[in-house]
DNA sequence: GATGAAACGGAACGATCATTCCGGAAGCCA
DNA sequence: TGGCTTCCGGAATGATCGTTCCGTTTCATC
């Protein structure tokens, strides 16, 4: 269903010649157990966190831990393949938005995202950094569309780059980590204020720039470089 | 010098009679070394986070971990010390922040902050939830006291409250945490565009309502409650 | 149904830490 | 300086957790 971890799970139907690899389909027990723990995983490190332990979601799964490590080669690649998950649904969401009339598809995206970094907020830190790091540059190229449209439209004003929208995900994210538990939905009026704010108001022009391109690729490759180096947009 | 953990460090001069509990004073060597173990952990902690080994800390004092547990009786008690340390600076900061002219105290504050979270990336999230939750709710009120300020200088817009400072605080944490090792400086552009947005736009009437000071207090208690109880300003 | 391959479960292993303990060193007071 | 107290260092302890291993079970195929 998912197809990430090691062995493929190739579609039912597929043109008996193609792959050279022509990995074996998994056996009908194995299938069942990869979704099992897939969608615990998704609830137990949505509730916990990503300290929760592989006995954990094995339990949640109703399998051994040796199930677990049979499909995924150690816990960094289960979380990874759960965000992943979660990194698909957001990019589709902004594909859809796209769709949307006057320019409100990058509001239309930021509240989905929102909620989804509620409902994911065990660890929704792990989706910067993704190992598939095109994953996370299709989604950027997709929400820097949905500012060009919203600018387009004078939703959002034009002293803003797409860096300030990263920033005010990561944001969001904070509010969500540090008050999710208690008021759920206050990453809402947030970010309602904010979009009121990026509307009309000019970005102070003694304002350090935003984060380039380059760096929005650095930040979760764990560089912790200091040295910028070009200049972009 | 911090005074807060197990034996009290009394300053050198105090009227001999006083206190019934008549703690004896430390000896020279171990105020020293507390001394020397609260640096060592504010830098460890602000550069590794919580995570960093008692070992570590104690080490980078020059100390064993013995000596560590001599004045802490755990982990959760250092990193709160630690933590409490900057709590005490940041209320300082607002004290001083209220003298300033023209409802400016709120913005400079808030970038002493930034600047506070930046450098102490590693433990900010420790902040909300300090045990001392008195410490906690003087500087909430000092910093309501300079919104107040600040909207009757009309450098904030009437219909932001508290709860609205709060969360903006939160996502400053939640910038530097995602970018702090790569673009330190990045939440500065931020909250120049969120203070900007503060001052002239209105809190779109559909919002959900600020967060409540009781679900400020109940954040950080670790109570996961759904149920928000008493309406208030 | 029989048989070989693939998958399962969960006990066992090894590493990492927080925390404890105690023999020895260092301050304090007389 | 001597004696007593406090403190120090760091090895040892115990718990947690990721990961591995292997005897057993389940599937797919004939």
Redesign the interface.
């Known amino acids: 269903m998912t197809g990430h971890a090691h062995p493929k799970t190739p579609g039912p139907g597929r043109a008996p010649d193609q792959a050279p690899p022509a990995v074996k389909p998994l056996r009908r027990d194995a299938v069942r157990n990869h979704q099992l723990v897939v969608e615990a995983a998704r609830e137990v490190l949505s509730e916990f966190g990503t300290d929760a332990s592989m006995e954990l979601i094995a339990s949640r799964a109703g399998v051994g831990v040796g199930t677990v490590y049979r499909r995924f080669p150690n816990k960094e690649a289960l979380v990874d393949e759960i965000a992943g998950l979660m990194l698909r649904e957001l990019t589709e969401v902004a594909r859809r938005s796209l769709a949307l009339p006057d320019g409100t598809g990058l509001e239309r995206f930021l509240r989905v995202l929102g909620n989804s970094l509620a409902e994911h907020r065990g660890y929704a830190?792990k989706l910067?950094g993704h190992s598939k790091a095109s994953c996370v540059e299709v989604l950027r190229d997709r929400i820097a569309e949905l500012l060009l449209q919203a600018q387009e439209s004078a939703r959002i004003a034009p002293g803003?780059e797409l860096?300030?929208i990263m920033?005010?995900i990561?944001?969001?994210?904070?509010?969500v980590?540090?008050?999710g538990?208690?008021?759920?939905?206050?990453?809402?009026?947030?970010l309602?204020?904010?979009l009121?704010?990026?509307?009309?108001?000019?970005?102070?022009a003694d304002?350090?720039?935003?984060?380039t391109r380059a760096?929005l690729r650095?930040?979760g490759t764990g560089?912790?470089?200091?040295a910028?180096t070009a200049a972009e947009s």
């Open positions: 830190d910067v803003v860096g300030d920033a005010l990561w944001g969001l994210r904070g509010i980590e540090t008050s538990a208690v008021v759920p939905d206050a990453w809402r009026r947030q309602d204020i904010q009121a704010g990026l509307r009309a108001a000019t970005v102070p304002s350090p720039p935003a984060v760096q650095q930040i560089a912790a470089g200091t910028g």
